[in-house]
């Protein structure tokens, strides 16, 4: 095995677990998959091979949190979801990914400053009302198609709610569940899944399945204040990661060197 193949498949690996673990119920480990892969791969590609251990991953977060998730969340963001998923389909041809997951990390980043400015002045949780819910949740399906970055939209509607911790975590994986089911035919007849792609899955899975279990198994033992703002500080991390993947390249673009 080359240096090269070596290199490939460790980072597979380990973002095959993150996608698992954040079906386990840590929800933001799982956009570092897309990134890390991108190191080797192209970023649509790096989408297109995760979104089946996505898939897989989410079978198992179905079952662990089969009792414990809130329906008006689902009720809400699934359609929601899926309208975003219908935006990102169409517009997949002239869609800048770069300029997505800038927006993303912008959005990450104001939830993050807004929870902060929040707990010093200790606001009520909102509730899951609809017009908000269609909007975060129409913007999470679309970044969730465009680079499974769905996370950040998709906490600006629900953080505030402040569920309860497993609640939050079984919500998570069931909304995330549907939205990754409606993006496989779109995947497939844009061509980001193959069968070369699934095949390659067949070896990851297992390390997918190891991630969820010790995602759900970490996710129970966390203590709720903990557990919340382990989320943020993900969510503040993740941000700053996507700015710096996003910036160079929009920044060559604008000058003429891309």
Known sequence: MSSADLLYWSLALLASFLVGA????????????????????????????????????????LWIYRREFDKRNIYILVPAGAIGIAVGWATAHMTNENMV???????????????????????????????????????????SFVSHAGGPPYNMFVLPQRLEKMIYAGTTTIIFAAINMMKL???????????????????????????????????????????????????????????????????AMAHGGG
């Open 22 to 61: 954040s079906k386990g119920g840590l929800p933001l480990v799982g956009l570092l998959s897309v990134p890390l892969l991108s190191l080797v791969m192209p970023a649509g590609q790096a989408a297109g091979l995760t979104l089946p251990i996505y898939i897989l991953s989410d079978m198992y977060g």
């Open 101 to 143: 997951k800038l927006f993303v990390a912008v959005i990450g980043i104001a939830y993050c400053l807004d929870a902060i400015s929040k707990a010093w002045r200790k606001v009520p949780s909102k509730p899951a009302d609809v017009p908000r819910g269609m909007f975060w949740g129409t913007i999470a399906g679309f970044t």
């Open 185 to 251: 035919p779109p995947y497939w007849f844009l061509g980001q899944v193959n069968v070369s792609s699934l095949n390659q899955c067949l070896y990851l899975a297992p390390i997918a399945l190891f991630g969820a279990w010790a995602g759900y198994k970490l996710t129970g033992v966390l203590p709720e204040k903990i557990f919340f703002r382990s989320i943020e500080v993900a969510l503040l991390i993740v941000s700053v990661l996507l700015i710096k993947e996003s910036v160079p390249p929009l920044w």
